[in-house]
């Protein structure tokens, strides 16, 4: 079975930095896309970034462009996100999943999910 154990959530004040980490195991298939949604209270599960295990391409919300950076180790299926400049609406449970259908924007669909870790940014 398809698993994805994350790590790295926790609190930091806005302006700050967390790295998150995912790494999966049991895959069969090799052809996927990787990273992480998130759900805050009172909005709309959202896809954040994820990248593409075959060609690296990566996408981005627009809400984090330019403040977050996905990246995978050398190591197989393991994938960061890299999380600078925080604002209080970054506040959310992040859930790491991997989509063999590469629907990044709503990653939130795929049924491959870990559980999620909690991210809060103090104004």
């Known amino acids: 079975d398809v698993q994805l154990q994350a790590s790295g959530g926790g609190s930091v004040e806005a302006g700050g930095s967390l790295r998150l980490s995912c790494a999966a195991s049991g895959l069969t298939f090799e052809d996927y896309a990787i990273g992480w949604f998130r759900q805050a209270p009172g909005k709309e599960r959202e896809g954040v970034s994820c990248i593409s295990s075959t060609d690296g391409t990566t996408y981005y919300a627009d809400s984090v462009k330019g403040r977050f950076t996905i990246s995978t180790a050398s190591s197989a299926n393991t994938v960061y996100l890299q999380m600078d400049s925080m604002k209080s609406e970054d506040t959310a449970v992040y859930y790491c999943?991997?989509?063999?259908?590469?629907?990044?924007?709503?990653?939130?669909?795929?049924?491959?999910r870990g559980p999620g870790t909690q991210v809060t940014v103090s104004s």
């Open positions: 999943a991997l989509d063999p259908f590469h629907r990044c924007r709503a990653l939130y669909r795929s049924d491959y």
